[in-house]
């Protein structure tokens, strides 16, 4: 997969209603929650495409932390996410390429997904992520942050008549009229 694949940024509207894009009700602690109350002209938006939401969450990272690597997606090896971050202007998202065999692990929402430690992969791609993008994350992955918090609101699209994830390049043909002119 060509590193210049994993990340692109598109024009469309947040998710979530603007009170869960408060940084300041956030603490020093990573924060992992799923989202409830999601815009119905969003919800609307993906059933345009025949798209509907899978899952909608929150990752939030206080200043010079990380996330595990890791990939999502449980089984799928190629899924695409929406994401919107606020804050973290000097956060990067990295992509690795696996050395090793995952370790299977749950989130703290009950969620699977595969973990990988820093000497079992290999840095392929690290950008910024806009506000939106849409990410390749059925690889390693994962979010550093420096001297600033970052808030990512993220949903997992699932294809409406067959209720599957949908992979990164499919979603790209899907978001192609709402991609950044910047790409």
């Known amino acids: 997969m060509e590193k210049d694949s994993l990340c692109i940024d598109l024009n469309i509207p947040p998710p979530a209603k603007s009170n869960v ?14 989202i409830l109350d999601i815009d119905q002209n969003f919800q609307k938006l993906l059933y345009k495409l025949r798209l509907k939401i899978r899952l909608a ?6 200043p010079h932390r990380h996330l595990k690597i ?5 089984e799928y090896e190629d899924v695409a996410k929406l994401n919107w971050v606020i804050g973290g202007e000097d956060s990067l998202m990295h992509w690795y390429q696996s050395t090793k065999d995952p370790v299977w692990q749950k989130t ?3 969620i699977w997904y595969r973990s ?10 690290s950008q910024k992520i806009g506000f939106p993008s849409l990410v ?3 690889i390693p992955h994962n979010v550093t942050t420096q001297n600033s918090n970052r ?3 993220s949903i997992m699209p699932e294809d409406l008549e067959s209720g599957n994830l ?16 910047s790409n």
């Open 108 to 110: 703290a929402l009950g």
């Open 116 to 125: 990988y430690s820093k000497t079992d992969v290999k840095r392929i791609h």
């Open 166 to 181: 949908v992979e990164f390049e499919r979603c790209l043909n899907i978001f192609k009229n709402y991609m950044s002119l």
């Open 70 to 74: 890791h990939e999502d997606g449980g």
């Open 151 to 153: 808030l990512c609101i």
């Open 57 to 62: 969450e929150i990752f939030y990272l206080p």
């Open 136 to 138: 390749q994350v059925g």
């Open 21 to 34: 894009l408060n940084l300041d009700s956030f603490g020093d602690d990573i924060v992992h929650k799923k």
